[in-house]
C-alpha cells in the first residue's frame, strides 16, 4: 500500500520505482525501530551533564536531609534538657569543670549527694547548666552527647595506680568541698 503522493509523483515521472522502494523500505524501519539512530556527540554530551546533575542534586539533598535530622535530633535534646531539668535550690555551691573553665552550681545537700552518685547530671543549656535526673540524661545523651557536661555514673574508673594505692592510707576529712 503506498501512498498517494508516491503514487502521482510515480505517475508524473518525477521519481523513480526504485526511490519510492527506497523511502517506503527506509518509513518501514524507522516505524519497526530495527535500525536506530546512533546517537550524536551533543546528545550523550547532554547524557552526561544531566547525570552528573542528577548525582549532584542527590548528593545534595542527602547532606541537606543529614543536616536536617540534626538539627531535629539537637532540638529535640533542648527540649528534654528544658522539661525534665530540676530546679537546683540551695546554699552549696558545687563546683564542676566545663571544658576549660571551672564551674559553679547553688545545690542543696540532697542535690549535691545525688549528684555524687550519679542520680543527677549537670547538662549545658543556653549559657547556663541545668540539672537532670539519670532517665532524661541517658534521652539526651543519645540524642546530643556534648550536652551532658558532668556525670559522675557514666565516668568510667580508670586502673588502679601505684599513687592511688600510696595516697589510699591516707584520710580524707569530710568536710572538704571542692
Known amino acids: 500500500m503506498r501512498n498517494p503522493l508516491q503514487d502521482q509523483l510515480l505517475k508524473a515521472g518525477l521519481v523513480k520505482k526504485s526511490q519510492v522502494a ?4 527506509e518509513q518501514a524501519k524507522q516505524r519497526q525501530g530495527k535500525a536506530p539512530a546512533a546517537p550524536s556527540e551533543q546528545q550523550l554530551e547532554a547524557e552526561r551533564a544531566r547525570a552528573e546533575r542528577v548525582e549532584r542534586d542527590r548528593a545534595l539533598a542527602a547532606e541537606q536531609k543529614a543536616q536536617a535530622q540534626l538539627r531535629e535530633q539537637r532540638a529535640q535534646a533542648r527540649q528534654i534538657v ?13 563546683r564542676f569543670v566545663d571544658g576549660d573553665a571551672i564551674r559553679t552550681l547553688l545545690v542543696d545537700a540532697a542535690q549535691r549527694t545525688q549528684l555524687a552518685s550519679g542520680a543527677l547530671v549537670i547538662a549545658r543549656l543556653d549559657d547556663g547548666h541545668v540539672l537532670l535526673p539519670r532517665a532524661a540524661a541517658e534521652k ?4 546530643e552527647p556534648a550536652m551532658i557536661v ?3 555514673a557514666a565516668t568510667p574508673a580508670g586502673p588502679a595506680s601505684d599513687d592511688d594505692d600510696y595516697y589510699a592510707q591516707f584520710k580524707v576529712p569530710d568536710d572538704l568541698i571542692w
Open 22 to 25: 527506497q523511502v517506503a523500505r
Open 82 to 94: 528544658d522539661t525534665q531539668r530540676v530546679r537546683a535550690s540551695g546554699e552549696i555551691e558545687y
Open 140 to 143: 539526651v545523651r543519645a540524642r
Open 150 to 152: 558532668l556525670d559522675h
